[in-house]
């Protein structure tokens, strides 16, 4: 059981590239999300999906899109990249009831990306 | 306004000693739950200890507990017997029981303990 996956670990884009973050997880959870964590700060929101099909914007989704076309993989495309992108972004998942408050969220090991 | 707030940048320990890493919250929701992260240097995000807002008692994780305060609108997590292996950031985490979709982070607190 790998629980969440990410690809790739490391990457440097220049700018005006674009890309995509992979995101794979294993648990059949129906929530996905992807944050992203500048140098000190918490983590910051972008995309969040509730199961196939179904995605919505979080705190920061500007620069970014997302598609969930089946439960275990959750894309995250970056179009365009800016400086502004240079951060470490993180995968999460959880098994999720709409409206209720108790599921975690289980996070991958990250992705850090540089934007030169 | 932030929902999440943690005041401490960063706070030392003694090793064996406990420590209180403090966490206060804003949602006018009457049911949210509270979550304790701890991201070591090697970066991943592990997930600490709950608290839902109709708990009773506070929650209770091996050496981790949190000391909940819902009139003050306080999470605090308490690591007792503090270990070497604890240096680490906390975040504290809100999920909001209307929105529960959405996962609110504070900016967290560095945590060094010392032999």
């Known amino acids: 059981n790998a629980g969440v996956t990410q690809t790739p670990k490391f990457r440097i884009l220049k700018i005006g590239q674009s890309m995509t973050l992979q995101c794979t997880q294993d648990?059949?959870?129906?929530?996905m999300y992807w944050y992203r964590q500048d140098p000190g700060m918490g983590l910051k929101l972008i995309y969040y999906?509730?199961?196939?099909?179904?995605?919505d914007k979080g705190e920061v989704p500007n620069g970014y899109n997302v598609s969930r076309s089946t439960t275990e993989d959750f894309p995250l495309r970056l179009e365009l990249a800016a400086p502004s992108q240079t951060s470490v972004y993180f995968c999460?998942?959880?098994?999720?009831?709409?409206?209720?408050?108790?599921?975690?969220?289980?996070f991958g090991p990250g992705t850090r990306l540089t934007v030169l | 306004a932030q929902k999440i707030t943690q005041t401490q940048p960063g706070m030392f320990v003694q090793e064996k000693e406990a420590v209180t890493l403090d966490c206060t919250y804003d949602?006018?929701?009457?049911?949210?739950?509270l979550f304790w992260y701890k991201q070591p240097s090697s970066g991943e995000m592990i997930f600490l200890i709950y608290?839902?807002?109709?708990?009773?008692q506070n929650a209770t994780e091996g050496r981790y507990s949190l000391n909940f305060q819902k009139a003050r609108k306080s999470a605090n997590l308490v690591i007792s017997a503090s270990q070497l292996g604890d240096s680490a950031m906390y975040f504290c985490?809100?999920?909001?029981?209307?929105?529960?979709?959405?996962?609110?982070f504070g900016t967290g607190t560095s945590l060094t303990v010392i032999p």
């Open positions: 999460a998942s959880g098994s999720g009831t709409s409206g209720g408050v108790t599921d975690t969220q289980y």
């Open positions: 648990m059949n959870h129906n929530y």
């Open positions: 999906s509730v199961g196939a099909g179904i995605t």
């Open positions: 949602t006018s929701d009457p049911s949210y739950g």
């Open positions: 608290q839902g807002s109709y708990d009773q």
């Open positions: 985490a809100m999920r909001e029981g209307g929105t529960g979709n959405q996962f609110y």
